[in-house]
């Protein structure tokens, strides 16, 4: 046997209230119409005040441990861009949580990829024997940072969390990682960034300019990265498996915006049912954009046991992953 890490729990948790797009043209010049051709998004949810990522990440990872039938696990990891506090870390809060004091607790910060690279991590960290168990999370609260008069992204971003268990097991049972393409381009920093508030800024002595404290996106620039890195990175993760992508069951991408994943299955050549989306009911969600779609395919009965999947992110960094599983047996999702 060949020591693997094995998705064995999948939780997420949306909060409640929910933001349509009418909703957003009654305060924003855009419409209905607009958002739904250009991004495919619906409505998206919201958290109210008073409840940070740390909080929708705690309540993900409940559902998580229980849809793995455990309550303790030996690290926990928060992938997130909007932390509780720049400092410290989100990860240490969400494991008391949960019970889990004294357990091994940090976030990985790679924006929408962020998630990828967590549960790059978390496997690393068990098949390294580091950890006989996982809970990676991927949790964002966007709308905390958003420009509120900036209609181009206010549109686009969701808040939310998901997040899966992993346990020790063999690589070649059902739902084990098979293998992960991490990438990056920080030549790429101004495309997606929160220019102000870092030290950067502070240490320039200067006042952050109006507005950096907020998201910043160039759309277009960052619409064609997202579609030549995610599909390199998925041919990357398959030829390494000496897969090609008309073996993928399904793709589990990140979901910027389905223009972005309808371009991205038409150069793999993958038929638009093998590609999971969900953005028109949950928006761009960051790090907890992939666990979220990943339930979606599992409670649509789309995702079944053995196929192969693969998972694929782009963002902020620039940074971009893909990782290979074979999708597990007997996995029961539990949604919030
Ligand atoms: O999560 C990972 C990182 N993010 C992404 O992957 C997002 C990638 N980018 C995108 O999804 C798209 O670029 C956007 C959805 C952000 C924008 O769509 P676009 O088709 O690239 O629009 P654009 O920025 O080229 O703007 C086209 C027009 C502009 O008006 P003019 O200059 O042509 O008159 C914008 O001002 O659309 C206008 N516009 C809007 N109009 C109505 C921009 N946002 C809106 C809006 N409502 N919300």
Same mark, same amino acid.
């Given at each position: 046997?060949t020591?693997g890490a094995?998705l064995? !729990? /999948?939780?997420t948790?949306?909060?409640?209230q929910?933001?349509?797009?009418?909703?957003?043209?009654s305060? /924003?010049?855009?419409s209905?119409?607009?958002?739904?051709?250009?991004t495919g998004?619906?409505?998206?949810?919201?958290a109210?005040?008073?409840m940070?990522?740390g909080?929708?990440?705690t309540e993900?990872a409940r559902?998580a441990?229980k849809s793995?039938?455990t309550?303790?696990?030996?690290?926990v990891?928060?992938a997130?861009s909007?932390p509780?506090?720049?400092?410290p870390a989100?990860?240490?809060?969400?494991?008391?949580?949960?019970g889990?004091? !004294?357990?091994?607790?940090?976030d990985?910060?790679?924006?929408?990829?962020?998630?990828v690279y967590a549960?790059?991590?978390a496997?690393?960290? @068990?098949?390294?024997?580091?950890?006989?168990?996982? /809970?990676v999370?991927?949790?964002?609260?966007?709308?905390t940072i958003?420009d509120?008069?900036?209609?181009?992204?206010?549109v686009? %971003?969701g808040?939310?969390?998901?997040? $899966?268990v992993l346990?020790?097991g063999?690589r070649a049972?059902?739902?084990?990682?098979?293998?992960?393409?991490?990438?990056?381009?920080?030549?790429?920093v101004d495309? @997606?960034?929160v220019?102000?508030g870092?030290?950067?800024q502070?240490?320039?002595?200067?006042?952050?300019a109006?507005?950096?404290q907020y %998201?910043?996106?160039d759309?277009?620039?960052v619409f064609t990265?997202?579609?030549r890195?995610m599909t390199?990175?998925?041919?990357?993760?398959l030829?390494?498996?000496?897969?090609?992508?008309?073996?993928?069951?399904?793709l $589990?991408?990140?979901?910027?915006n389905?223009?972005?994943?309808d371009?991205?299955?038409?150069?793999?050549?993958?038929?638009?049912e093998?590609?999971?989306k969900?953005?028109?009911?949950?928006g761009n969600?960051v790090?907890a954009s992939?666990?979220?779609a990943?339930?979606?395919?599992a409670?649509d009965g789309?995702l079944?046991a053995?196929d192969p999947?693969?998972?694929?992110g %782009?963002?902020g960094?620039?940074?971009?992953g893909?990782? /290979?599983?074979?999708?597990?047996g007997?996995?029961?999702?539990i949604?919030?």
């Amino acid at each position: 046997m060949t020591r693997g890490a094995i998705l064995s !729990g /999948l939780g997420t948790w949306l909060p409640p209230q929910v933001v349509t797009n009418d909703m957003l043209s009654s305060e /924003l010049d855009t419409s209905d119409e607009w958002i739904r051709t250009r991004t495919g998004i619906g409505r998206r949810h919201i958290a109210s005040p008073g409840m940070s990522t740390g909080h929708l990440a705690t309540e993900a990872a409940r559902r998580a441990l229980k849809s793995a039938g455990t309550d303790r696990v030996d690290v926990v990891i928060v992938a997130t861009s909007t932390p509780d506090r720049p400092c410290p870390a989100t990860a240490p809060v969400v494991a008391s949580a949960l019970g889990l004091t !004294g357990t091994g607790a940090f976030d990985v910060a790679a924006v929408c990829t962020g998630f990828v690279y967590a549960l790059a991590t978390a496997a690393g960290l @068990i098949t390294g024997q580091v950890a006989d168990s996982a /809970l990676v999370i991927g949790a964002d609260t966007f709308s905390t940072i958003l420009d509120p008069r900036d209609r181009t992204t206010r549109v686009i %971003f969701g808040d939310g969390a998901g997040a $899966v268990v992993l346990r020790a097991g063999d690589r070649a049972e059902e739902g084990a990682l098979r293998g992960f393409d991490l990438g990056s381009d920080g030549t790429g920093v101004d495309l @997606i960034t929160v220019p102000g508030g870092g030290s950067e800024q502070r240490l320039s002595g200067t006042e952050a300019a109006p507005g950096d404290q907020y %998201f910043h996106m160039d759309g277009p620039q960052v619409f064609t990265r997202a579609v030549r890195y995610m599909t390199g990175s998925v041919r990357k993760v398959l030829d390494a498996a000496a897969l090609a992508p008309e073996d993928l069951a399904h793709l $589990v991408p990140h979901q910027a915006n389905v223009r972005i994943l309808d371009t991205c299955a038409r150069e793999l050549g993958l038929p638009a049912e093998r590609v999971v989306k969900n953005i028109d009911r949950v928006g761009n969600t960051v790090a907890a954009s992939i666990p979220l779609a990943l339930a979606a395919g599992a409670a649509d009965g789309r995702l079944r046991a053995g196929d192969p999947v693969v998972l694929t992110g %782009f963002g902020g960094g620039l940074t971009w992953g893909s990782a /290979l599983l074979t999708w597990p047996g007997g996995l029961t999702v539990i949604d919030g």
